[in-house]
């Protein structure tokens, strides 16, 4: 319990490779707990839905929804959030592909849609088929309609959809066909 | 020293043309991206200080009618709770745009369904929530609500100043060799910014710091401090960041001036941000259109008579209504036209301004009865677009600014390969789809508004604009040091432009398509005033300084900058306005938009396959995030045409979709590798830097590109917008 009266829960979490020890209400969103316990302001909350993908982090490798899952839940879970992924004067490659191709206007989906994008690349690369994928026995290739399917959980209202595309395809050294 | 310019007469001087950095117009990378692709950029809810408290607001869930109490007991024990505002300041819905003044305060009486009334605030977000799920209201529902524009008891507004005639278009209608009479309909649509409404309030003795989610700053100040009660000079906003706005950020929201009762009472700062269920309730929704479309041609398609009437909706005080027929008088030619608006005062969420309120929904169903004259009179849509372009505004009898829509159709059929069309519908098949081409213009007038900055030109030589404009988005950040480095010559990377602060002199601000041409004018103009105290200091004439890399020459001088300013600085304003310049002339963008479609013949399904937009906006500032402004309107209508669509419970008129679930943005497997094509263009009668507007432009048509490529696949002709599954298959 909190001084407050609402029960709280500790819990361990390694976010981009720092130890943090959270002590919130159980109801706290991982989201929450970034942006509002933990100063990680980077992960957007456009929906709080799970519908706009903009609180995409990794958990332990993979493209979750931050605000669709309690912190409590992740008790010695590793999360890499947007500022685990690089730093201005130190982008990731996906990071300045993003600047170079304009994948962004306002800039409010961009952390998830770079979040989202570095964990799609491996899953591409595990051979994981999407919805778009010829033959689901094969090996998907990094092509623009594989990339705009499985980055479709990630809504862009200024729409950059092209942008994005071409960013990951270069980052990512996939090809226009 | 402030340098002035009020546009009364066209300025003939390509100015930037003289200058030699060669950094305006060039794709540069946006200044600020590093920092939004590392998540550094602090938008409004991001700098939460320790004690701060959150609220969240609480919404009516009657449609009509009075809220007798609200019974703050219901909360007060749960842990947590610290005040539940129903304070009679509280705002009934967002100001429209530009207004300058606290929009309807009142929260006893209830006007829509999801109408903020009170605001409950804790020490933590989920205390705030939980607290604003639970509070019971007594509310007393009216027995009798219209909430249907098409509902009979409906009051219908028809204001005199919105009607035109001229000639005779009945007559017009009975001579004319083709015709089209035809009802077109559009649903309600949302901005949907990706960012919600937030804003973070704190108080310092009687000032107040807003960091807020808004797109024109110098307003909203106003806004808010007049719904506080208030001096102007006792707020402050801050909005360096925006998560998108579309419109929908344009005035003071409800969450801010609760926010800012809150603090008060509480002593505390007090962040509020809108779900994103609020963000569909409470924000200005774009108005359903319900639209009758004439068209009366000869028999080489010529056009002699146009007429546009519209029917739209919003509350019974709200002053906005959605300027449908705004391009109509200009676009194309005919005699005889008349055009109607009328107003249906209906309790639905109110209706305000959406990413090109007007043109958006009036030009695509134009241009809908446009593709259907072309099926009709056997000519092709692009030629037949071709045949009635204007000489002069056919409405005002005044010449054109600039007018590249010709240019913009050829250029555009001629990439996109348009001669392969088969203008018989639904005979390219690739087996169960079938494929088609549609095309439509887009037009969207032009303005300029009223806008100060400020340019420093610092010792070292390096240049800080500075200005309450903000960036949505948009790409201020970038154009505006783009302006600054090529005025004075320096690299981008010595320049930094400060927006987003009400204590900067106040720009446009965001809206209209009118924010990087009018507060950029005010950059140009600044610097304008800064090369002439650089000419002071080295006593030459301002045709004989050239700036470049930080240098500045005159004959065979060459002069660092910092050591030509020895230790001193120089800093200068520029303040544009508009004048008669926009009734001497008619002002507007133009372009086109060809789309490609496969409609699946099992289940009525359209996805866009290609799609091309050409466009012509005066100088481009950044050729790079004019595109991106382009793709983004042009998405817009995408989902106009497909997939977007307020639905709104026929009793008591709740918007049922309200999320993203529901209402349907395109995602990005729903939109190709889109083509733009920008048209150079010069315009001296809009600014001195012959610029226009370009944020909206992309949308004012696209929609109809897409289901004119629909009808040319199918054969299938929607009128009611969207072309959902169920429509299509149904004309099959």
């Excluded at chain 2, 278009?169 to 937030?198: C, I, N, W």
């Excluded at chain 2, 002053?319 to 676009?331: D, G, H, K, R």
């Excluded at chain 2, 002199?505 to 398509?513: D, E, T």
């Amino acid at each position: 319990m909190n001084a407050a009266g609402n029960p709280t829960a500790q819990t361990q979490l390694a976010i981009n490779g720092r130890d943090y020890r959270l002590d919130a209400d159980t109801r706290t969103t991982l989201l929450d707990a970034l942006r509002t316990h933990l100063g990680l302001t980077g992960s957007k909350k456009g929906c709080d839905h799970g519908q706009c993908g903009a609180c995409t982090v990794l958990v332990n490798g993979r493209r979750v929804n931050s605000c669709l899952t309690l912190a409590c839940m992740h008790d010695g879970d590793e999360i890499v959030t947007i500022e685990g992924l690089g730093k201005p004067g130190q982008l990731s490659p996906l990071q300045e592909a993003f600047v170079r191709h304009d994948g962004f206007q306002c800039g409010y989906c961009t952390p998830g849609q770079i979040c989202s994008a570095t964990a799609m690349i491996e899953e591409i690369a595990a051979g994981w088929p999407s919805h778009v994928t010829d033959d689901g026995t094969g090996k998907p290739q990094l092509t623009v309609e594989e990339i705009s399917e499985r980055m479709s959980g990630n809504l862009c209202r200024c729409a950059a959809y092209p942008n994005i595309v071409d960013a990951i395809l270069e980052a990512a050294g996939g090809k226009r066909a | 020293m402030t340098l002035h310019l009020k546009m009364d007469e066209p300025v003939d001087r390509d100015r930037l043309e003289d200058m030699v950095q060669g950094v305006i117009g060039e794709p540069i990378d946006r200044p600020e991206g590093e920092l939004k692709v590392t998540g550094r950029a602090p938008y409004a809810m991001e700098q939460l200080p320790e004690n701060c408290h959150h609220g969240v607001l609480v919404r009516s869930t009657i449609s009509k009618g009075r809220l007798a109490d609200l019974d703050k007991t219901t909360i007060e024990a749960l842990p947590g709770i610290r005040l539940v505002v129903t304070d009679r300041r509280l705002l009934r819905n967002p100001a429209q745009g530009m207004a300058g003044e606290a929009p309807v305060q009142e929260t006893d009486n209830i006007h829509f369904f999801g109408q903020p009334v009170a605001l409950v605030v804790a020490e933590t977000f989920e205390q705030a929530r939980h607290g604003a799920q639970r509070i019971v209201q007594q509310l007393q529902a009216d027995t009798k609500v219209v909430v249907n524009p098409d509902d009979p008891e409906a009051e219908i507004e028809t204001p005199r100043k919105k009607q035109a005639s001229t000639g005779d278009l009945d007559k017009a209608m009975r001579e004319a060799a083709f015709t089209v009479d035809q009802h077109y309909t559009t649903p309600g649509h949302v901005s949907a910014a990706m960012e919600p409404h937030a804003s973070l309030a704190s108080w310092d003795g009687d000032s107040l710091t807003l960091h807020g989610s808004y797109q024109m700053l110098r307003f909203n100040r106003a806004e808010l401090a007049d719904a506080l009660g208030i001096d102007e000079d006792k707020v402050r906003i801050l909005a360096p960041y925006v998560g998108g706005g579309f419109g929908s950020k344009l005035g003071i929201a409800p969450e801010a001036v609760a926010a800012a009762i809150a603090s008060k009472e509480l002593g505390v700062p007090v962040a509020v941000a809108m779900t994103r269920q609020n963000v569909f309730e409470m924000v200005l929704r774009r108005s359903e259109t319900s639209q009758r479309i004439r068209l009366a041609a000869d028999k080489e398609g010529r056009l002699i008579g146009i007429g546009h009437e519209a029917l739209v909706s919003n509350l019974p005080d709200e002053s906005f209504s959605e300027p449908v027929t705004q391009a109509t008088p200009f676009l194309y030619r005919g005699e005889n036209r008349l055009i109607g608006h009328r107003i249906a005062r209906i309790h639905r969420t109110p209706a305000g301004s959406v990413r090109a309120p007007g043109e958006a929904v009036g030009l695509t169903a134009l241009e809908i009865a446009l593709d259907e004259l072309a099926e009709v009179s056997g000519i092709d849509p692009v030629e037949l677009r071709l045949r009635n372009i204007p000489e002069e505004d056919p409405s005002q009898g005044i010449p054109f600014s600039s007018h590249t829509l010709a240019e913009a159709l050829t250029t555009g059929a001629e990439r996109f390969g348009w001669e392969s069309r088969d203008p018989k519908p639904g005979t390219v098949r690739e087996g169960e789809w079938m494929i088609g081409l549609g095309m439509a213009s887009a037009a969207r007038v032009n303005m300029l508004i009223e806008s100060k900055a400020r340019v420093t030109l610092t010792s070292e030589g390096r240049a800080v604009v500075e200005t309450d404009m903000t960036d949505i988005g948009t790409g201020t950040y970038a154009v505006l040091s783009q302006l600054a480095a090529e005025m004075l010559g320096l690299p981008m990377t010595e320049v930094e432009t400060r927006l987003g602060d009400t204590g900067l002199p106040p720009a446009s601000g965001s809206g209209g398509s009118f924010g990087a041409a009018s507060n950029g004018t005010a950059v140009f103009l600044a610097c304008e005033e800064i090369r002439r105290q650089i000419c002071e200091k080295l006593t030459c004439e301002p045709d004989d300084l050239t700036l470049k890399d930080g240098h500045a020459i005159v004959g065979n001088r060459r002069v660092p900058l910092a050591e030509m300013l020895d230790g001193a600085e120089l800093s200068a304003e520029g303040h544009t306005e508009p004048g008669d310049a926009e009734d001497k002339v008619r002002q507007a963008t133009y372009g086109s938009y060809f789309a490609e479609v496969a409609v699946n013949a099992v289940t009525g399904e359209t996805r866009v396959r290609r799609m091309l937009g050409v466009f012509a906006a005066g100088r481009i500032l950044n050729a790079k995030t004019a595109r991106s402004q382009c793709l983004g309107g042009m998405t817009f209508g995408i989902g106009m045409a497909l997939t977007e669509e307020l639905l709104h419970d026929k009793r008591d008129g709740h918007i049922v979709n309200r999320d993203f679930a529901e209402y349907h943005l395109p995602v990005n497997a729903d939109v190709p590798q889109i083509d733009i094509v920008l048209l150079e263009e010069r315009d001296r009668w809009a600014n001195p830097l012959q610029a226009k507007g370009i944020g909206e432009l992309g949308i004012c048509g696209a929609a109809a590109a897409v289901v004119n490529a629909v009808h040319n696949a199918t054969g299938v002709r929607v009128r009611d917008l969207p072309a959902t599954l169920d429509k299509v298959i149904g004309g099959l």
